[in-house]
């Protein structure tokens, strides 16, 4: 595994917890535990397979700093596009 990728997956994995301290402590630790399972469970995977995973966590991290700016954005094929902003105005 070339040592860009593993650069890059710690860094991941460090913002992911990171960011989980300002949660409750009981969501905190559900949280740090779904990670640490997920990050995990996808060590031996495929270039390409470790490569969505990783897309997916970074839109994660920017997900969650979106929430803890009081900004609320929905992510995924339901909400594609939408906002909190977009929701009010419904």
Not at 54 to 62: G, Y
Request: aromatic share 6%; hydrophobic share 35%; glycine share 6%.
């Amino acid at each position: 595994m070339p040592a860009r990728h593993v650069s890059r997956v710690r860094a991941l994995y460090r913002r992911v917890l990171l960011l989980h301290r300002v949660l409750p402590p009981d969501l905190k630790a559900l949280g740090d535990q779904y990670v640490k399972d997920e990050f995990r469970r996808h060590k031996t995977v495929g270039s390409d397979e470790a490569e969505r995973f990783l897309q997916e966590w970074e839109k994660t991290v920017a997900n969650i700093r979106a929430n803890s700016s009081g900004e609320i954005s929905v992510q995924g094929p339901l909400g594609e596009g939408i906002c909190s902003s977009a929701m009010a105005t419904s």
